[in-house]
Every structure is written in C-alpha cells, then in structure tokens.
C-alpha cells in the first residue's frame, strides 16, 4: 500500500443462528494480512438462539442486533455504524481464500477510480462437497435459474493478478455485490444504502449512472460454502424466493437486475431448467469445454432449483406475510470437511 495510513475497511456480516458457519469465516479474517488496526468487523445478528454471538465475540467482533432479522436489512443497519473507506461484504458461510485477498482488493480499487467494487472468484477447496463446489466454483452464479438469466460479462484487461471486467454492451443483468464484494462507502452512500439496502440493487444503480466496470482478483475471493446437500440447496432456493417476491410487493421497489435486458425471461428460465433436454445439453457442453465433471450435477440442481421455486411460490402465497417469516426460512448451516 503506498498510504501511511491505510485506508479503513469495514467488513459486515449478517447473521442468523451461524454457530456452524461464522467461526469458519471470522478466522479467514483474522488472517488477513491487512493492518488489523484499518478492519473493523460488524456482525449483525437478528436474534440468534446458539452461540453465534459468543463466536463474533471471541473475536472482537462488534455485535448489532437486527431487529428486522433478515440480512439485507441487516446490512443497511451495518450501513448506519461502518466508518470505513471500503466495505467488504461477506456472508457467514464465506471463507476468505488468500491472506492477501483485502490488501490486493483496496490496491486495485485505489488505482482504478472508475471500477465499482472487487468481485471475488469462488475457488473449490477440499472442505466442500461437490455440489457445493459446483454452485460455487463451477457455475459462480450458484442457482441454473439464475445462471440462465445471466449475461456474460467481459474480461477487458489484466494487469498481473487485477482483471478489469465490464458488463456486455446490451445487458445489466449480472448479479453483483454479496459473497466477498468489496465497496467504496462513498458510492454506496451516493445511492441511497442508508436508506434502502440490497446488495444487487445497490450495484445495479452504480451501473445505471455509468459505472459499468469491476474488478476481479486471479484466482483470489471466497470459498463460498452454499450448501451441504441437496436438500439445504432447495430449502435456499425456497427462501430465496420467497425474499424475491417480497421484495417486489414493497412500495416503490427498485429495479433488479432480473429487469435489465436478461438473455432470457425467468419464466423461460424455469422452463428450460425443467425440460431435462436443456440442462443435459449444458452438462455436455461444459463437460466437453472444461473437462470439470462437477458439471454432471448440473440437471439435478436445474430440477431442484425449479422445485424451489414453486415451494417458495407458494409459501409466499399461503404464509402469512409478518416480519420473522423469510428468517424462519432460513436453514441451518454447517462446513462438512476437516476443521483448519
């Protein structure tokens, strides 16, 4: 770094019951070879029963009670206490891959003005399954539905270990800004973060002014330990759901990026995931281009995707809509694999 003062971080992590996760995630911090003195670390809780606090506590984690639960509103309440430069979101199921990955990430972002944030790779490690390695690392938009929806977005440099990316010239409809993407609070600010929080959609509105470039580390982000198993993946994708719908029936809600010129509708997105023949040419296709056979859960997560879809579809229809319903979705959490 060329600052005699580094420039703060503030890392924000939403939490739920995260007992199984977060202790994982706070120790990848802690080997950060950022100045610890710069990094402050706000974990929001939204009423955890087992020892999530405790965790954030043994390491000097402030603690924010979130009496809304959910994580975005979470993160919009962190908005109100970070005195960082940089925000760095992470979710307690993330790991931070390389001890250098926040140094390399608030470099890049202090010699490229222009770039919006720090998008993290998802790289596999031998801690997760191969489903989970699959969402994660394979497809790196981790739910097909979501994926078919995706543009492709557009490696336009590289500078050593600092790729500058950009969305293509017809589409905003890349999801950006959970799972280990690193801010400038000032741009969050001048969005309105303060007063209305989701990470896509804060991003999304970065790319609506003329901010249509990122950054990506080589081979550097989070481990992003989704899911266990497939049936932790379609109570996710259950609740998920349920959020995406109810964030629609808010009053003037801000666009998504599911909005802005997707390669294919959601509908049709869903149906080619539930057509069999659509995800069995995909797994071939990628099979053929990468050699990487975690493709092979590739129909397996289209159906289970589509199936968690319509639970969610319906549990928004027939719950009732207070405010724990979406945290009483959420499923618990733990990292199969050896401890390190």
């Given at each position: 770094m060329n600052h005699d003062v580094?420039?703060?971080v503030t890392v924000i992590i939403p939490v739920l019951n995260a007992a199984g996760i977060l202790e994982n995630c706070l120790?990848?911090?802690?080997?950060?070879?950022?100045?610890?003195a710069a990094v402050e670390i706000?974990?929001?809780?939204?009423?955890?029963?087992?020892?999530?606090r405790e965790i954030a506590k043994r390491y000097h984690a402030t603690l924010l009670d979130n009496p809304q639960r959910v994580a975005e509103s979470g993160k919009r309440l962190a908005m109100e206490h970070a005195h960082g430069d940089y925000i760095f979101f992470l979710d307690a199921d993330n790991e931070v891959s390389h001890p250098d990955f926040l140094s390399l990430a608030v470099q890049a972002m202090e010699k490229c003005p222009r770039a919006l944030g720090v998008e993290s790779y998802y790289p596999a490690n031998d801690r997760m399954g191969s489903f989970c390695a699959y969402l994660t690392a394979t497809l790196h938009i981790s739910d097909p539905v979501s994926w078919m929806m995706s543009a492709t977005p557009v490696r336009s440099s590289s500078d050593g270990t600092v790729e500058v990316w950009r969305f293509p010239e017809?589409?905003?409809?890349?999801p950006l800004g959970a799972n280990g993407f690193v801010l400038r609070r000032s741009d969050l600010v001048s969005v309105g973060a303060k007063d209305y929080f989701e990470d896509t959609v804060m991003v999304l509105k970065l790319a609506q002014s003329g901010r249509r470039e990122w950054l990506r580390l080589q081979g550097r982000?989070?481990?992003?330990?989704?899911?266990s198993g497939v049936r932790e993946f379609l109570k996710k994708r259950r609740r998920q759901t349920y959020h995406f719908l109810a964030q629609r029936r808010r009053p003037n809600q801000p666009s998504s990026w599911t909005s802005e010129n997707p390669p294919i509708p959601g509908w049709l997105a869903c149906l080619a995931c539930a057509s069999v023949i659509v995800p069995l040419w995909q797994t071939l296709r990628g099979l053929l281009r990468t050699g990487d056979t975690r493709w092979l859960w590739h129909p397996v997560a289209c159906l289970l995707s589509v199936l968690g879809v319509a639970w969610g579809t319906l549990t928004f229809l027939l719950t009732k809509r207070d405010a724990d319903a979406e945290a009483r979705l959420q499923p618990t959490q733990k990292i199969e694999g050896r401890n390190r």
């Open positions: 580094p420039p703060k120790r990848s911090l802690a080997r950060q070879d950022y100045p610890a706000l974990v929001v809780d939204g009423g955890s029963t087992d020892n999530t017809n589409s905003l409809a890349y982000g989070v481990h992003h330990y989704i899911v």
